[in-house]
């Protein structure tokens, strides 16, 4: 935003009497106020490598010299915004720094949701590597339960079928269960 503005010669304009000196100084404010454009735009003021935004807000500090200019050629209106160059009087300041903030908001958003859905595909690879691996867990954890459930039912039966059938040919000769357990 640049608020340097030439304002001599519309001062002499207004403070003049003579016709042709208001010609004069009216010529001359306007010649300035173009004049001022163009410098704004061979500033720095628009520069992408510097992260600038697209546009130069030049102040009008009066409402008044706003609606002088505009009445009295406002090509110079429309010149600037083909030079990105806009002009703001007090009146539309706040409009203006309105729509740059929402700008500058909007942009921080569209910056900042780009970096979310990259965190969100690295979140996503590394989901599926989660998945994987705890699918491959729950397979080791599904077998050991398969080899425990071996060991559990058929070893188990098949271990108990010696031993009921000597418990059976201890019964079935009378001998008693022994009750010491150190022989």
């Given at each position: 935003m640049d608020v340097k503005f030439p304002l001599d010669n519309y001062i002499r304009f207004l403070e003049t009497?003579?016709?042709?000196?208001?010609v004069e100084f009216r010529n001359d404010f306007l010649r300035d106020v173009k004049a001022r454009v163009k410098e704004v735009t061979t500033r720095e003021y628009i520069n992408p490598e510097q992260n600038t935004v697209d546009y130069v807000v030049l102040f009008i500090p009066n409402e008044q010299i706003y609606?002088?200019?505009?009445?009295q050629d406002s090509s110079i209106l429309d010149e600037g915004i083909k030079n990105r160059v806009i002009f703001c009087s007090p009146i539309t300041l706040f409009a203006v720094l309105a729509v740059i903030r929402q700008a500058v908001d909007n942009f921080a958003l569209d910056k900042t949701s780009n970096e979310i859905?990259?965190?969100?595909?690295?979140?996503k690879n590394q989901w599926g590597e989660f998945s994987k691996k705890l699918d491959l867990l729950g397979k080791r954890i599904e077998d050991t339960q398969k080899e425990y459930e071996l060991l559990t039912i058929t070893r188990r039966r098949q271990l108990e079928r010696p031993l009921n059938r000597i418990d059976d040919l201890r019964s079935?000769?009378?001998?008693?269960?022994?009750?010491?357990?150190d022989e």
């Amino acid at each position: 935003m640049d608020v340097k503005f030439p304002l001599d010669n519309y001062i002499r304009f207004l403070e003049t009497n003579l016709e042709l000196k208001k010609v004069e100084f009216r010529n001359d404010f306007l010649r300035d106020v173009k004049a001022r454009v163009k410098e704004v735009t061979t500033r720095e003021y628009i520069n992408p490598e510097q992260n600038t935004v697209d546009y130069v807000v030049l102040f009008i500090p009066n409402e008044q010299i706003y609606s002088f200019i505009h009445e009295q050629d406002s090509s110079i209106l429309d010149e600037g915004i083909k030079n990105r160059v806009i002009f703001c009087s007090p009146i539309t300041l706040f409009a203006v720094l309105a729509v740059i903030r929402q700008a500058v908001d909007n942009f921080a958003l569209d910056k900042t949701s780009n970096e979310i859905l990259s965190l969100l595909g690295l979140f996503k690879n590394q989901w599926g590597e989660f998945s994987k691996k705890l699918d491959l867990l729950g397979k080791r954890i599904e077998d050991t339960q398969k080899e425990y459930e071996l060991l559990t039912i058929t070893r188990r039966r098949q271990l108990e079928r010696p031993l009921n059938r000597i418990d059976d040919l201890r019964s079935q000769r009378g001998l008693p269960i022994s009750t010491r357990e150190d022989e």
